[in-house]
């Protein structure tokens, strides 16, 4: 069963608009924590937001920001006044610390393609 | 300045033949990782590393190998190219584990095998 899921592949919106991307996951871990990134045309992986369940502080960086349920595992991306610019893929990442083991693993989602219309 | 390259962008490689795709960072950073990108789907870890001259597997390393040979820099080797090993490569580097777990990546580099 996929631990990250991103329910929409693909996306459009006009610019100026306000998108909200959802995302869930799955843990059984204590210290986890969450990230959007965005893969750009160039090939880069932007880190967007990183999410530590541990505060209630929501994070915010810009125009991104995130709506986190932690009690339904869900974390969505909140993208406001769309600009052409935010066309691209969007992942978001469940990063998990194993006690048993004191290593961590990172899973990604299948990604979201956004295009923003001018 | 990008903190993590990654050579080559792209590759074509024949069937049977061996690759090697590299990676260099200046972050430094403790470890390192392998991420392969198929069309449609997230990123899968190969291979990470978390010091020089020790590699470990992730979740997919079969017909993969690494080589951490300093903190650097950390290649991923194809011994024998197959059809199904055709993606997108993405090298990342972070910190140690706790304080810092932020995954910094480069670029990509598009491999197909024909």
């Known amino acids: 069963a996929q631990k990250v899921i991103q329910v929409w592949s693909t996306t459009s919106r006009q610019e100026g608009e306000k998108l909200t991307l959802d995302c869930s996951y799955k843990t059984s871990q204590v210290l986890y924590h969450l990230f959007w990134y965005k893969h750009l045309l160039s090939g880069e992986m932007v880190l967007l937001i990183r999410q530590m369940p541990s505060t209630i502080a929501i994070e915010r960086s810009g125009r991104y920001s995130v709506v986190f349920q932690k009690s339904r595992k869900s974390i969505s991306l909140v993208i406001s006044t769309l600009q052409p610019d935010d066309s691209g893929k969007y992942f978001c990442a469940l990063w998990e610390l194993a006690y048993n083991t004191n290593t961590g693993k990172l899973t990604f989602g299948d990604g979201t393609v956004l295009t923003v219309k001018p | 300045e990008a903190a993590v390259t990654q050579s080559p962008r792209s590759k074509v490689a024949v069937t049977g033949g061996k690759v090697t795709l590299s990676c260099h960072q200046t972050?430094?950073?403790?470890?390192m990782y392998w991420y392969r990108q198929d069309t449609g789907h997230g990123l899968r870890l190969i291979h990470y590393?978390?010091?020089?001259?020790?590699?470990e597997k992730g979740d997919i390393p079969d017909g993969y190998k690494a080589s951490r040979p300093s903190q650097e820099n950390f290649s991923l080797i194809l011994e024998l190219a197959s059809l199904s090993q055709t993606a997108v490569y993405f090298c990342a580097s972070s910190d140690a584990w706790g304080r810092q777990n932020t995954l910094y990546f480069g670029a990509g580099t598009r491999l197909s095998v024909l």
């Open positions: 972050n430094n950073h403790d470890y």
């Open positions: 590393s978390y010091v020089a001259d020790s590699t």
